[in-house]
C-alpha cells in the first residue's frame, strides 16, 4: 500500500542568507524525498522561514527597514537559494502569517481547556544599556553543567545540557557586551510533566535513532522545566491577548512549531484540498506519515515540546525524527553566530551544488554524529568518484560506440549474468536509502564502479586481438558497460540530480525505479558531451567572505 507522508526540516532564520548548515539538512531530507516518489509513495515536502523573535526585531533595526518588508525580502532570497541547490519544496511559507496566528490561538484555548498553562513571575536578564530583555540566544556565558565557555542562554553545544538562562555562569550580554541585571517579569507557562507519561508513550511507539531515544529518555526520567511561552516587549511576533499578562509577545519556538501545521494548511488551502488536511492530522486515521529533519540542537523542542504541542490540540505525533549532528568546517562547528559559515550564495561562485550533495551523502547516516566539511577531502573525493570513476565509464565506451557502431546499441547483451548482478543490488541500494544512510548507498556505488572500471581495463575493449576478439563481442561488450553504467546512474537519483539530467541526455532514456532493470537494446544514444569536469581546491576563507 502507497504512503502519504508529510516530510519538514527546520526552520530557517528571517535574518541572514542560507547557509551550508541549511542545505545539509535539506539535502538529507531532499534525497529521502527524491527516493520516496521513486518507489511510488505520495509525498509533501514544506518548510517555512521561522520569522519572529528579538533577532529578527534587532535585525530589521540594524538595517532601518520595517521587520515585514525585511522577512518578505529574506523569504524571496531563501527561496531562490533552496531552487539553486535542487531543494524543490512543495510549499515554503513563513511563520509571520494569519493562519498560523488562527492556530496558535486555538492552542491556547485547547491549553487552558486541559489547565496545562500557568502563570507565573520570574526573575529574566534585562540589558540595562539597551532597555531590553535578553532572549536566551543573547546571552552568553560558561555552561554550568560541562564549565565550557562561550554557550548561550539556554542550551550547551558542547555537553548538550537544556538549562535556564539563570544558571548561566559569568553571563554577558552579547548586544551591549555587558553584564546583564536581574529584573521581575510576568509570563505564561506550559506544565510540561503533567503530559510526561503521554510523551513516553509516544516515544515507545516509534522506531527512533538509538541515540535519539536515549536523550530524551534521559531528559523524560528527570523533572521537565515548566516551558515560557511568552516574552517581553520590545519583540517580534504574535502579541498575547490575555488581561493578565501585558505587553508580552508569544515566544518564537512556540509559533515556529506550530508553523508546520499553518504552512500545511497553507498548501492544502491553496491546493483546494481541505480535506487532506483534516485527515493528515487526524490522530485515528493511519494513512498518514509525519518525519521531521533537525540538527542535534534542537532535538528538545521537536522530541519534548512539539508532541506536546501536538497531545494538546489532539494531533498526529511524528512518525519519526530524523537527526543529524553539527555541520563543521574543517572541524571547527559552522555557526552563523560564531561568524564560520559559508553561505550558499558564495558557495555557488566556486563550486556546484550536486557535489555537496554527493560529498554530504557520503558522511549522512542514521545517527547525529557531527559532519565535518573538509574542502580537501572535498575535492579529492569528487575528483577520485565521480570524474575518474563514475563519468569516466561513459566517456571510455560512448567513444567506441561512436567510432564503430554509430551510436546504436547492440541487440543483445554480452554477459546477461554481470549485467544482473548490478539490477540485483537494487534491493540493498533501496534498503540504504529507506534506513537514511546514504553513506552506505556511496560504499556500494564505489565498489560497482571498481568492478566496472576493472571489467574495462580487463578486456580492453580497444584492443580487439586481446580478449573480445571480433567486432561482434565489441558492440555487445560496450552496450553490457553503457547499460551498467545506466544502472548505475539510477541508483544515484536521489543524489545528484544535475549531473542525472546530462546522463539522461546522453543515453536518450528517462531514468526513473519502475523498469530500471529492463536494459538498452537496439537503441541510438546521443553523441557524448562532458558530464562533468574535475574540480579545483580553493582557498577556505574565500568561500566564507560575506
Known sequence: ????????????????????????????????????????????????????????LLKSIEMQVNPNIMIKNILLNHKEDFIKFNILHDYYYKTHNKYNLNFLKFFIKKSYTKNVILNKNILQFYDNKKKIFLPDRYIMGTCPNCFSNNQYGDNCIICGSI???????NPISLISKNKPILKNSNHLFLNLNILKNKIFNWIDSINL??????????????SLINWNISRDSPYFGFKISNRFIKNKYYYVWLDALLGYISTFYKFCKINNNNYLFNEFWNINDNNYELYHFIGKD????????????????????????????????????????YKNFISIKNWLKFYDSDSLR????SLLSNNFNDINLSLSDFVNKINSDIVNKFVNISSRISKLLEINFNNILSKKLWNDNFYYFFVKEFYIIN??????????????????LDLVNKCITDNKPWDLNYSLKNINNLHMFCTTILNIFKLISTYLIPIIPNIISKIEIFLNTKLNWKNFDKPLLNHEISK???????????????????
Not at 541549511?22 to 518548510?47: M, P, S, T
Not at 538549562?163 to 555562569?169: A, G
Not at 562532458?530 to 574565500?542: A, Q
Open 163 to 169: 538549562y535556564n538562562s539563570l544558571d548561566l555562569i
Open 528 to 546: 557524448y558531451n562532458n558530464i562533468y569536469n574535475r574540480i579545483v581546491l580553493y582557498n577556505l576563507n574565500e568561500l566564507m567572505i560575506n
Open 298 to 337: 534542537i532535538l528538545y523542542f521537536h522530541g519534548i515540546l512539539w508532541p506536546v504541542i501536538l497531545d494538546i490540540l489532539d494531533y498526529r505525533k511524528p512518525t519519526n525524527l530524523i537527526v543529524h549532528g553539527h555541520l563543521l568546517i574543517d572541524n571547527y562547528k559552522m555557526s552563523k553566530s
Open 358 to 361: 554527493y560529498y554530504f551523502s
Open 209 to 222: 535513532q538509538k541515540n535519539v531515544f536515549n536523550q530524551l529518555y534521559y531528559w523524560l526520567n528527570k
Open 1 to 56: 500500500m502507497k504512503k502519504n507522508i508529510l516530510v519538514t526540516c527546520a526552520f530557517p532564520y528571517s535574518n541572514g542568507d542560507i547557509h551550508l548548515g541549511h542545505i545539509l539538512e535539506n539535502i538529507y531530507a531532499d534525497i529521502w524525498v527524491r527516493y520516496q516518489r521513486l518507489i511510488g509513495n505520495k509525498v509533501y515536502f514544506i518548510c517555512s522561514d521561522d520569522s519572529h523573535g528579538t533577532a529578527i
Open 431 to 448: 534498503k540504504y536509502y529507506s534506513d537514511f544512510n546514504y553513506y552506505k548507498v556511496i560504499i556500494k556505488i564505489n565498489f560497482y
